[in-house]
């Protein structure tokens, strides 16, 4: 099971200034473009900060101090990984407050920008290949469970699954890598189960976990300042 990474996501080659730029030319590219906010970079292209429609706003209305980007940039930045998956991303877009990442290589270059709108894509996803990513991946794979006893319905992102589990202690770890899938809303539980006897042997949950691919990889921790910020 494999979720789209920011790479997969991001707006690759992004617009971006330098801290000399004046307020003008950003506020041309940003028409241009149809963005709303811009990278500032140094000459070793890192982001060093960003320079929104609200900064513009504020240099306007107060109407003292120099008009360049690094003058009305909000520093330091906030940066994302190509690596991390949509989910790491967007917990730092919330616990920041950010509406956009800039996304940086290992030496800490821009090489895109990730929008929230750039995250909504992944709800766009068709029913069709979400329930199948989950009867193959999930089911299969992972659970290696016979799919014939289960019945996984999408509607709109909403994942109802119903039929037989071997044992009740699987439904938790099911209803989670249905959580995970790209493009799945919400998980409705209406499993029943062959043994209704309580935990039982919890071999096959761990192999179950084991087999994931998913989990955070907590690369979202990473997130600092950019170099040079």
Not at 44 to 51: E, K, L
Not at 54 to 74: C, E, I, N, Q, V
Request: glycine share 8%; net charge negative; hydrophobic share 40%.
């Amino acid at each position: 099971m494999r979720n789209r990474s920011v790479a997969d996501l991001m707006t690759p080659t992004a617009v971006a200034v330098q801290p000399g730029t004046p307020f003008k030319e950003i506020a041309r590219l940003l028409d241009e473009y149809g963005i709303t906010a811009v990278p500032v970079v140094d000459e070793a292209n890192r982001p060093i900060g960003v320079v929104s429609e609200a900064d513009l706003l504020r240099r306007h209305t107060a109407k003292d101090g120099p008009s360049t980007a690094g003058a009305m940039m909000s520093s330091p930045v906030v940066v994302a990984r190509p690596s991390w998956t949509a989910v790491e991303a967007a917990r730092l877009m919330e616990r920041h407050r950010v509406k956009r990442l800039p996304v940086v290589d290992a030496d800490g270059q821009l090489i895109g920008v990730l929008s929230r709108s750039d995250l909504l894509q992944l709800f766009l996803r068709r029913d069709r290949a979400i329930q199948e990513e989950i009867l193959e991946d999930v089911v299969i794979r992972i659970l290696r469970h016979s799919p014939a006893a289960l019945h996984v319905d999408v509607d709109e992102g909403r994942v109802t699954l119903s039929g037989t589990l071997e044992r009740r202690s699987l439904a938790p770890v099911f209803v989670r890598l249905c959580e995970s899938v790209d493009g799945v809303v919400e998980v409705v539980d209406r499993l029943s189960y062959e043994d209704e006897g309580g935990d039982g042997d919890g071999d096959a949950d761990r192999d179950a976990d084991r087999n994931a691919d998913g989990g955070g990889t907590g690369s979202e921790e990473e997130a600092a300042p950019s170099p040079g910020a």
